[in-house]
């Protein structure tokens, strides 16, 4: 921080006698420069300074605690915002209202004692203008008992609040698995019709892989990073994985909050909002629940600016889908930065394992949360013991189902996910199922089906359906042998009605496979200008499906 002289330097003469006769010093040097070094030498004499701090009033007193909590310093638009901004004033005005007699708040009292300063520093690689207190001053000032976060801590939440539990655990090593095997497959993986929250997961773990480097920017799968993740013990791999999202500069959780779009070349920092939380998790008690809107709340009016530089909320494109509104200046802190540390709280730290959620009734957003046991040894950079074992088994039914249990190894996961087509299905996740796609999939990637009988007799599966090794035998040797595919069929009343639209070139020119004298296969959307075509033979036809077909 800057030192006294520094923050009385560009001051004046009027403004030294002002702060000399608050600390009942004599002030005798008639220059400007006399009179600085003898006013700071004054007001470093720790006793003097001493009995200052000791009769400030309880606002000042709260402000000046404030920034000792901060190291010493804060942007000036949030020391601001808590304890007023200063008044301008000239010399004329300042000697007919005397604000250092009559301050407006607890900033202008500190300030014309000479107590803070207000300068802009480059503490973070980009300038900010801040409220500081004089390093002299600070060095006589030890920092309050609390810690920085204790202003920021949550209530404990209400009975309502942790109505339901939703404990966090380790599946996210089982789900980025899966889509390892996915990506390896070409399988599409993010679509329109999935809802929102699983997106923005899925989004979640594409940029965690990526970071990692296990896949490309463009989401193809590296081989070699693939194997020696999957090889990881579960908790060296879940330490990895928050290891890289807590350090990560390109996973930017801001730009993936649902509902906003960022737009624009503004820089911020992810890593600040997520230090903000751990610091506050590591604070709480582990074995209580803790209220998320108290704790948004204490956030809003103590600590607003977390992630923007020197309080700045409008150079920040980010549009509203909903409303198509440019959301600029605090009123809309809710709906970003609010936003956005919710979403770290209910999104990576609880899929990654660290916090525990709980919801007042299905299926509400999470109200309140708990560091867990992953989350305890997550934030001490060691590996949680509390992972699940990998020695789960495998069941294999006679129509090429498979039954995963949710301690399968993660290899022989992937390796299964590559041969077959996963299957959603809630109460029964971890099911997949051989089909002819999934297949013909595994071939284009050189796999062949003799190789999943090898995999899965290695795992131990205690019985392979005697059905599925001839399926599988018979898919190597011919390839897919029988198709099922929806077509659009035309029926006659009468045999002698074919021949008559055979010869009509408008008529003929819909129709596909002929399958008897009476039933034509018609061509793909083809039914509705057919239907207006007969029309016109004087020939009304009854249709018993869409339009659009």
């Keep these: 921080m800057p030192d006294l002289q520094q923050r009385l330097r560009p001051t004046d003469l009027d403004f030294l006698q002002r702060i000399a006769r608050a600390w009942n010093l004599e002030l005798s040097a008639q220059s400007f420069t006399e009179a600085l070094s003898e006013m700071a030498a004054g007001m470093l004499d720790p006793e003097l300074f001493a009995e200052i701090i000791d009769a400030l009033p309880a606002e000042p007193a709260k402000a000046w605690n404030y920034l000792l909590t901060h190291q010493g310093k804060d942007t000036w638009s949030a020391f601001s915002r808590e304890f007023g901004d200063l008044r301008p004033f000239g010399l004329a005005k300042r000697s007919r209202e005397e604000p250092d007699l009559h301050p407006a708040n607890a900033s202008e009292f500190l300030w014309y004692r000479g107590l803070i300063g207000r300068a802009f520093l480059n503490l973070t690689g980009t300038p900010q203008e801040y409220a500081f207190i004089p390093d002299e001053f600070l060095a006589f000032s030890p920092a309050p008992a609390q810690a920085i976060s204790e202003s920021l801590l949550p209530r404990p939440a209400s009975e309502a609040e942790k109505k339901i539990p939703v404990p966090a655990d380790d599946a996210v090593l089982d789900d980025i698995t899966e889509l390892l095997a996915s990506l390896r497959m070409n399988r599409q993986v993010l679509t329109e019709e999935e809802n929102v929250p699983r997106r923005a997961y899925q989004a979640f773990l594409l940029n965690l892989l990526a970071e990692k480097g296990i896949i490309t920017p463009t989401h193809l799968p590296n081989p070699e990073q693939v194997k020696e993740f999957l090889s990881l013990p579960r908790g060296e791999a879940l330490l990895a994985l928050f290891a890289a999202w807590r350090s990560s500069q390109k996973i930017n959780d801001l730009r993936m909050l649902p509902g906003l779009s960022c737009e624009g070349n503004w820089q911020n920092d992810p890593r600040s909002p997520r230090e903000l939380l751990l610091q506050i998790v590591s604070t709480v008690s582990s074995t209580s629940w803790w209220s998320i809107p108290s704790l948004l709340s204490q956030i809003k009016t103590h600590r607003p600016d977390f992630q923007r530089p020197a309080g700045d909320y409008d150079s920040w494109f980010i549009l509203e889908q909903k409303s198509h509104e440019y959301l600029r200046g605090f009123t809309n802190w809710d709906k970003i930065d609010g936003a956005l540390l919710r979403y770290l709280l209910v999104g990576p730290l609880h899929w990654l394992g660290v916090l525990d959620l709980a919801r007042a009734e299905r299926p509400a957003s999470p109200l309140s949360f708990r560091l867990s046991p992953l989350g305890a040894a997550l934030l001490k950079n060691e590996a949680p013991q509390h992972v699940r074992s990998e020695n789960g088994s495998v069941t294999l039914l006679n129509n090429g189902t498979l039954l995963l249990n949710r301690d399968v190894p993660r290899p022989l996961r992937y390796q299964i996910a590559r041969f077959c087509s996963p299957v959603t299905d809630e109460k029964k996740p971890g099911k997949y199922r051989l089909t002819a796609e999934s297949l013909a999939q595994a071939s284009e990637q050189g796999l062949r089906p003799t190789q999943l009988l090898q995999i899965l007799q290695l795992a131990h599966v205690k019985s392979i359906p005697q059905s599925i090794s001839e399926a599988l035998d018979r898919w190597e040797k011919y390839g897919s042998e029988i198709l099922f595919e929806p077509v659009t069929l035309l029926r006659l009343d009468k045999p002698e009605l074919l021949p008559m639209l055979q010869k009509n070139p408008h008529i003929s020119r819909y129709f ?27 020939l009304l036809a009854q249709v018993k499906i869409s339009k659009d077909v």
């Design 512 to 538: 596909g496979e002929v399958l008897n004298n009476k039933t034509v296969i018609l061509k793909p959307g083809s039914a509705n200008a057919l239907q207006q075509s007969l029309a016109e033979l004087g």
